[in-house]
């Protein structure tokens, strides 16, 4: 099966398809190579080369990197989640939640053109609640074929911190 149809709270149903995860990581990889980590070289009778791999520097360009980079895999996702989807003519971003966003973030903007628009629909209008969101998260691991009942049993098959300890 390529798709599961999901009913949402307000009785909508889209197609949810699995995104390309493969293809998704290349085009993010491309766009935004991972931070190297400083690389020292010392030369006193041979040469010795040290990655510095706690650096604070290189620590928060990794965490911005992997924070921009999930932030564009759960966008480009989405695009092939919904890809069926298309936002009423009626809709407007700006209308349902322009000026409850922007008391929080004053540099807020509708996103631009008709992917923008579509990935705005898709965050305040199909993924805007949590029953939604589960929903299509369950329809998610069930055209991947992971089935949870039996994550369950193989996670309460493992012992658990203390089990087998003496008393």
Known sequence: MDHKDVELTDGRVVRVYSPPHVR??????????RPQPLVVKETTNKEI???IDDDPEYLAKLNEWNRVRNEEADELGSL????????????DVEAEVGDEVRYFDPDWQPREGKVGRKLDYIQWTIMDDLVNSKNVTQALRELAGIDLEEV????????????????
Do not use: C, Q, Y
Not at 80 to 91: A, G, L, N, T
Not at 156 to 162: K, L, N, Q, T
């Open 152 to 167: 369950e049993r193989n996670i309460d098959s493992f012992r658990g911190p203390v089990e087998g300890e003496a008393a």
């Open 80 to 91: 092939f989640m919904f890809k069926d989807e298309v936002p009423p003519d009626d809709w």
């Open 24 to 33: 998704i990581s290349g085009i993010l990889e491309k766009r935004h190579p």
């Open 49 to 51: 080369v040290m990655t």
